[in-house]
Each structure stands twice: as structure tokens, then as C-alpha cells.
């Protein structure tokens, strides 16, 4: 029982972070599919690290805003998801504490929570364009993603990008 108390926690306390580090999964997202789109080829690389400046001080305020937000979750909380995992009663759990043979207990699996740090749903429309890019523009090379990451990198990305385009029917 304490074991399967201990992992519960794990997985609350994890599922109470991740809301913190997901905008800067989704930042990543979607400059790669703006880059993946041609989006930084022609731009100058000052706008472009700009640009890339302003998405990392936004994903910056998001995470900050779902870190002060964090709580650790209480024995009640954490009894409770112990109890609705194994499809108990909180107080019949809490009465199985004291008996001797416990019957093992699963934890279940981590509920993401990320529509709470995602609320314009914004990572969907990353997976949306990246498929769409891929069906339109086919298969992209990598330095064209890379250079959405490194705006002062000298990487060949137009030519890269009018390759791509001569390429296609």
C-alpha cells in the first residue's frame, strides 16, 4: 500500500509540473513547422531571432504563470486518486490500512493536464500545419527546420527551399 501511495504521488506531483514545461514543448512545435513552412527563409535574421526572442518570453510567462499555480496535492487528494484507480471507496482504502493482508494496488496512468497551459489549443494547430506541410510541400530537409532554431546560422536554407519547390510537380 505504501508503495502504490508513493508512485500516486509521483504521478500527481508530475502531472501538477507538467503545465509548467509544456509551452516550451509547444514553442519548439511550432517553430518547427513555421520553419518546416518556409516561414524564416526569406525573413532577416534579426526579425527572425525576434521573433524566436518573443515566443521563448511568452512560453517564459506561461510557465511561470503554471509554476505559481503549483501545489503539492494533499493526502485527502492523493487517497482519493488511489481509491478511484482501484475502483474503491477513499475510506475503504483508508480502512485497509490497518489490516494485514493488503490486496496490491495499481496506480493509474498520468492524466496530462496540458489543455490547462494550452488553452487556445495551439498545439493542435501545430500538428494540424505540420501534416498539412508534409502533404503540400512533401518531405522538407532538415537544415530547413534547423535554421528556424539558429536565425544567425549561415545554413543554405533558400537554397534548400527553392530545391524543394523545383522538385515538386
Known sequence: MNRALFWTQVVMVWERILPALFPYVLLVALVAVAAQWGAFVNMPSWIHAGVLSLGLLVAIFASIR?????????????????????????????????????????????????????????????????????????????RQVQHGFMPFAQLDAKADMQLAQRSQP
Open 66 to 142: 503554471a509554476a505559481f499555480r503549483f501545489r503539492l496535492p494533499s493526502f485527502t487528494e492523493y487517497n482519493t486518486r488511489l481509491a478511484v484507480d482501484n475502483g474503491l471507496k477513499p475510506e475503504r482504502l483508508l480502512a485497509m490500512r490497518h489490516q494485514v493482508d493488503q490486496p496490491p494496488l495499481k496506480v493509474g496512468k498520468a492524466k496530462a493536464g496540458i489543455a490547462e497551459s494550452d488553452p487556445y489549443a495551439l498545439r493542435f494547430v501545430a500538428l494540424i500545419a505540420a501534416v498539412l506541410g508534409f502533404l503540400v510541400l512533401g518531405p522538407v530537409s532538415l
